[in-house]
């Protein structure tokens, strides 16, 4: 791997030997490695420095991997998460998964597949343009998230109670950071952090839904119909008597 070509990797685990060990074999495979033992001096140094792949043990004493994966998708969405679990520990994992992590490895680490899951990972990342070492707000984060939903300026404005124009400065910000200049493309960025899913139905398959649902609202409507024509009545009665 070219010089140019290295890619920057946090580590975090609160066991110096493992650290050690990770370390040595990651730079052993040409990746810049920069290790911590707490959540807390990661997520400071993540606010300022450029990061291609996070990798993280579940379990520690400061913070538990989740909580430390949900800072991250909120600090910067676009850096892949790798989870260590222990062994066996698929229930945490697979919460892991749904938490935003790309993927989970179990210990002990075996050195072959750790390094092809994290080659994987990292050719597969987002674009560069997503990892500009600029890093969202919160309150930027939010608004992307209500962007890429299809929210308009004045839809966003409303439901934050903030003026339009205060949210088309932090859009104008967003799409200075992420290096887009349109909302289709901040659409895709948004995507590859894995904010959205652009998979849509095909036309048939969105029309049997539909129809599906449709058969069984009527279904349910007739069910309820009778209690709600005897409310209504009620209604009624109870107006006239007035």
């Known amino acids: 791997m070219a010089q140019s070509e290295k890619r920057y990797i946090f580590f975090l685990d609160d066991e110096e030997k493992i650290r050690e060990v990770v370390k040595e074999t990651l730079e052993g495979s ?3 490695v920069e290790c911590f033992d707490s959540p807390s001096e990661c997520l400071a140094q993540l606010r300022s420095v450029n990061c291609d792949l996070l990798i993280t043990d579940l379990r520690m004493p400061e913070k538990d991997g989740i909580e430390l994966l949900a800072e991250v998708k909120q600090l910067a969405p676009w850096v892949p998460v790798l989870v260590i679990t222990g062994y066996g520990d698929v229930p945490t994992a ?3 998964i749904k938490g935003g992590a790309v993927d989970f490895i179990e210990k002990p680490l075996a050195k072959e597949t750790f390094i092809r899951k994290v080659k994987s990972i990292l050719q597969h990342g987002v674009p560069g343009n997503a990892r500009l070492g600029q890093l969202l707000t919160r309150a930027e984060a939010h608004i992307l998230k209500l962007i890429i939903q299809g929210k308009s300026n004045r839809d966003i404005a409303n439901s ?4 339009t124009r205060t949210i088309e400065v932090h859009r104008a910000h967003l799409m200075r950071k992420l ?5 289709i493309d901040l659409v895709k960025l948004g995507a590859a952090m894995g904010m959205i899913n652009l998979e849509t139905e095909k036309p048939d398959e969105a029309k049997t839904k539909a129809e599906t649902k449709k ?3 009527k279904k349910r409507d007739k069910k309820i119909e009778p209690e709600s024509d005897t409310e209504e009545e009620q209604k009624e009665q109870q107006e006239e008597e007035k």
Do not use: E, P, Q
């Open 160 to 163: 934050l109670n903030r003026s």
């Open 94 to 96: 697979v919460k892991a």
């Open 30 to 32: 040409g990746f810049d």
């Open 179 to 183: 290096g887009v200049d349109n909302v």
């Open 215 to 217: 058969k069984k609202d």
